[in-house]
Structures are given as structure tokens and as C-alpha cells.
């Protein structure tokens, strides 16, 4: 397929019984592939950002509950099955895609419960592998139905990584300019750099780049300047969770995006699979807000680049009220106020193509 | 003088015929003082940011002016003076108060010119000297007025480095905590980091650390998140150059937290001596924005923080509108809107003053 935006890349995928995983802590610097073949090295994977971004994590968890089947053991399937769940459930608090495929795949368990180990393990496996495909899937649909809201000739901003590298492939916000590029459409990226972890600068940059999307960086207190000047034709960000009224968490910093673009009049859009919607949660209230440690904010690159004994916050992520975003992209369509109503259709309808391609095989459903 | 902020640090002073200056670069890691004897020397210090900060570099400059006339040379004094001016001119063009310090020692150059050599070099340091004892007096009166606006137990979010370090001494933004504090006032201090040099990690959390004045540091994406939940009592900055009609600028960023304090109901000051507002200025349209080199967002402490190839922005200041400013707080009283007039007066005010202590001796016009 083409894309006009270069091969897919897959930063996570199964090899045999064991689960590739790109290191993204290492990039740009260095590309080294972790190979993991128990729960415990995924959900350390997962706490320690070597995989980040909702829908990888969701994808990586995923995995990280099928190995839990792996190799020889003392305990029960059932009791194996269910350490490695509350181990991965316990490894990062904030994106719902990791609840969502723990969930599933204890569905699949359930169905499983009774037969073979092997039959077991070999059915969690390609759980996991069709959790991976309908993601890679759902994120071009998110592409091609976002692609209409950009214009060609026109610069995006974006902030943090929700592009192949937060996803099983091909990316939710940098999918939908992956889509608008795709269509022919000249797009040129501005990327915040994303203190701390500078997501932006490592990882946006370096998949856009790659594929050949004119990208610049910004450190994340230049992009109210821009906006200001009308340099900014839309904001695109990817979403950790969505609460039923359209409230979103993301990466810190995008609450400040979403107030800068109405106040300037630029449309703010995210994009997001379905599975990132909670309608549990009815309002960005009710979203837990992972707090890290100081030191990742007080070093940058192993270097101090604050006084000793002085401390810092590190809020992981932030709410931005669903007042202050235009439309939300998911690959059920694009949602708009009132969200309430538009986004419970699109997890209706994320539902029934679900119970739809359930027969059809794993990963069969969309094509890739 | 009790402050209640520790003794009066000075970043820069005169010992004999040179200008001692701390190389804020180096901060918070190593505190390395530069002895600088010729106007060249002072012209790199502040175009490559040994010494930053509105006011400080108007005291910078003063030096380097006054320095054009050590030693033996070929040249006329006026010569000399011209080539020192031109070339401290041209060091950095957002902060209006090189220009107006520069203004000032070129007046008094007129003043002297008849003079033997020495007479001339006496009177420049002399000067020099007064404009920097008059930037701490006026940075006290600064926190003086500034410092009825904040409550005790309440916390203040500050941007960059407005203080000791940014002034001859004692500050403008930090210069209104000190005098809250200095009433007996408990304030906590949230500082952004503020990339790409990181002034807020480095000097602010270093000259308040240093005062027992409690802080902790926020990446600059995380203001808007703690302000949203109200966690903010008052935004305070400095200013580089303040337009007639009040628009600011001020360090990249600073327009981003104005519209975080206005959409949040939170006050939001800006601190600076009146020689910061440049009446010939009508609107911030007017006011030249630095673009710095994109090298110094790409690489943090040396080491690469992007791919290689890819670009960055490096816009060092933004305009925040006055519409966001609550008020400015200024050595000359509290200006509020419309600031059209508030702030002519102040500079009315300030000429007065300064004709009025024209005639007692430099420096001693206001206590230290």
C-alpha cells in the first residue's frame, strides 16, 4: 500500500515465542531492539518508557500476557495468566489501551481456559498478534478519515509522539498527516520538543524524517509564539485517554496547546483509536494523572542541569477539556461536540466490527 | 537592609579598572567570574550569554562603553567611544535597555569630551558605576511595590531568570518575591525550566535556593497543568522591552503564560525598571524578535538531543499583548491600564528623578 510516506515501521512486533521491541530511550542515538520473552520484561519495558505511547502499550501488554504462558512452570495457566495481568496493569497508570487489551485478553483466556497449555499459549499469542494488526489498522483509518481536515501547503504542530513509534505502526496524529501526505497534500510539521523525555525531538523527528515529512523542532514554550503569528494552520496530538464528554489526557503540555489554539483560532484536533475512549470515566476528572520522579525532569542526558537539593514536578500528563478541541479522529470517523453522543457511536461501532471480524481469524479483518 | 532574602548578590561588578562578571553559562554547576578589561570582550559576553537578562546587560554595556577608553591607544577618545558603542549595540537586539544605557554613556561622553583622557575614563566608569547602583535601587523599589500583590501562603510561577542574576542585583520578577518575603510573607516559587537554556532550572532555582526562598521546577509544559487546577495564586516575569501601549517582550514562552493566566483568572505581573519601556515603540509589532542559532535547541550540555539533519526554531522572546497583563510593576509604581498612560508616566517619573539626582553624586541617589 502506499502511504507517500515510506514503509511501515513497527516498533514492536513477535518474533517466534519472544516479543521485539525497539528501545526508544535510546533514540535517536541508537537503534537496539530488546527481545522479551516474560511478563516481567514488558511491564518493566512499559514503567520504563523503553515503549511508550497508549497504543503501543496497549499492544506491548498484550504481548507481555501471552508470554505469561511461556516455558515450563510450577503454577496453573489461570494463575499465570492472572500474575502477569496485575503486573502490567500496575506498570503505567494513565493510558486506557493498556486496560483495554488486559481486558481482552482475558476474554480470550476465558475461551481458552480449558484446553491444552499449549493450545493456550498458542491462542494468547495470536490474540496478541491480531491486537497488534487491528491496531496498525485502526490507525490508517484514523489516517485516511483525518487526512481531510489538513490542507495541503500548510504547516501542523504536534507535540509529543503519537506516530508509529506509539503504536503498533504508522501512528495516530503522525497518522493523520502520514494519511493527508499519502493524498498528496504538502504538510510541513512543526514539533515540540516535549521536555522531559523530548519525545518530540527524538522520536517525532526522527520517524517523520525517515519518511521524508519536512519537520522542524520547537522547544515547547515556542509554540504559543508561532500560533500567535498564524504560522500554525492545526494542532494534531495523539490522546493516553478520552472520557466519555471528550475531556482528553495526554502528554503534559497539551492542555497549554489546546488554550493556545482557541485562543487563536486554530483548529485542535486528536486522533485516537476507539479503545482510548473510557466511558467509565465521564469526565477528565476522573482520569488518574501519573506523577514520575523528579530526577528525570532534574537531568537531561545524565547531566544536572539544576542546583543540588533543589527538587522538581514531573506530571506525566494532562487534561484538556473537550471545550477547547474541534474534532477527535478515531478510526470509527471523526467525532465533534457534543461529544457525549458522538463518542459512544464511535465505541458502538468500533464494537460491531469487532464482534463482525471475530470469526475471520486474527489480523484477517483489515488488511495491512 | 534586612531583605529577608540573604545578602545582596551582585553578578557583575567593577574592581578597579575591569568589569568582574559571573559566567552564568557555567550555573549552577561551576560559578566561574570573567575579568574583562576591553568593550570587546563585554560585546561577547553578552552576545554569547555569559551575561543575560534585560537589565544586566544595559550594566554590561555601560562597562564596555566605559572601557572603550583603558589603556594607550592610537585612536581619539571619541573614536574609541563610537567603535565600543556600535559594537555593544550590535550584541543582542530584543532588550532595550543596552540601547538606553548606551544612550545614557554617550551623553555623559558629550558631557566630558573637552577633557583630558583620564578625565574621560574616570567620568565613563564613574558612570557606569551609577547606573549599576541605580539598577539595584531601582529593582528595590520594584519588590517594593510589587510585593502588596502577592499573599503570604500562596505560590508564584515565574518564567526565565528575573532576578539577582538578570540585574546588577536583587532582581525585578524575583526582586517582587524578595519583597514579599522581605514583609515577613511565605511564598513558595514554581519555576519553569525554560528551554532551551534553561535560566529557570539553573539561576533562578540557584539565587532562591540560595535565599532559602522555597522552589521547584516545572518543565515549561507544565505550567498550564498546574494553573488549571489552581494550584497558581500569580504569574510574575521580567521584561526585555515594554511597548508604549504595555504589549511585552520578554523570554520565549512568556506570551504562552499570559493566556494560560488570563483563560485560568490567575494575575499576571511583569516586573522592570522603567527604563525597559521604549515609548518609541507603539505596539509590540515594533519590537525586533531575536532568532538564535538552531544548534543551541538541538544539543543540551554537548551531547545531541534530535537526529542528525533534522532542524529547530530558535526564537528567543515572544510579545505578550497587554491585554494579558494584569499590571506592570515598575520602580516607578504599579502601572495598570490603559497603559498608554501609566506607563508615559512612569518614564516621566523616572527622567525626573534621575534630573533630580543628577546634581548628588553617582550612585548615591538611592541607598544600596
Known amino acids: ?3 507517500g510516506a515510506g514503509e511501515l515501521f513497527r516498533p514492536l512486533y513477535r518474533e517466534g515465542g519472544a516479543l521485539r521491541l525497539l528501545d526508544q530511550r535510546l533514540l535517536p542515538g541508537d537503534e537496539v531492539w530488546l527481545t522479551l520473552d516474560e511478563p516481567e520484561g514488558v ?5 520504563d518508557m523503553a515503549v511508550r505511547g497508549a497504543p503501543a502499550i496497549g499492544v506491548a501488554a498484550a504481548y507481555g500476557a501471552a508470554l505469561s504462558q511461556r516455558g515450563p512452570g510450577t503454577s496453573s495457566p489461570r494463575d499465570r495468566f492472572d500474575a502477569a495481568r496485575a503486573l502490567l496493569a500496575n506498570s503505567r497508570p ?3 489501551n493498556l486496560f483495554a487489551a488486559l481486558e481482552r485478553m482475558a476474554e480470550r483466556f476465558e475461551q481458552l481456559a480449558a484446553s491444552d497449555a499449549a493450545v493456550i499459549e498458542r491462542g494468547l499469542l495470536e490474540e496478541a498478534d491480531a491486537i497488534a494488526s487491528e491496531d496498525i489498522a485502526s490507525c490508517r483509518r484514523i ?9 495541503s501547503g500548510t504547516t501542523v504542530l504536534t507535540h509529543c509522539n503519537a506516530g508509529a513509534l506509539a503504536t503498533a505502526g504508522y501512528g495516530t496524529a503522525l497518522g493523520v498527516i502520514r494519511g493527508a501526505v499519502a493524498e498528496g497534500k504538502s504538510i510541513r ?12 525531538a527524538r522520536l517525532t523527528a526522527w520517524e517523520l524524517a525517515r519518511d521524508g ?13 508561532f500560533l500567535s503569528r498564524g504560522a500554525v494552520a492545526a494542532i494534531v496530538v495523539g490522546a493516553d485517554r478520552i472520557a466519555g464528554n471528550g475531556d482528553t489526557a495526554n502528554k503534559i503540555g497539551t492542555y497549554t496547546l489546546g488554550v493556545l489554539a482557541k485562543e487563536n483560532g486554530v483548529p485542535f484536533y486528536v486522533a485516537a483509536p476507539a479503545t482510548t475512549i473510557d466511558l467509565a470515566c465521564p469526565d477528565g476528572a476522573g482520569i488518574p494523572i501519573e506523577e514520575r ?3 528525570e525532569v532534574l537531568s537531561i542526558g545524565g547531566r544536572a542541569i539544576a542546583p543540588a537539593g533543589v527538587t522538581a514536578r514531573h506530571v506525566a500528563f494532562d487534561v484538556t477539556p473537550a471545550r477547547y478541541i474541534t474534532a477527535i479522529v478515531t ?8 461529544y457525549d453522543a458522538s463518542l459512544a457511536a464511535a465505541v458502538e461501532r468500533a464494537a460491531s466490527r469487532r464482534a463482525a471480524g471475530a470469526g475471520s481469524g486474527a489480523g484477517s479483518t483489515y488488511p495491512l
Do not use: F, K, N
Open 331 to 338: 478510526d470509527e470517523g471523526i467525532c465533534r461536540a457534543p
Open 1 to 3: 500500500m502506499s502511504t
Open 43 to 47: 511491564a518493566r519495558a512499559i514503567r
Open 189 to 200: 510539521v512543526l514539533a515540540d520538543e516535549t521536555r522531559p523525555y523530548l519525545q518530540g
Open 94 to 96: 494513565t493510558a486506557v
Open 213 to 225: 515529512i519536512p519537520v522542524e523542532i520547537l522547544t515547547d514554550s515556542m509554540a504559543g509564539h
Open 293 to 295: 520522579a523528579s530526577s
Open 143 to 151: 489516517g485516511a478519515a483525518g487526512a481531510a481536515l489538513l490542507e
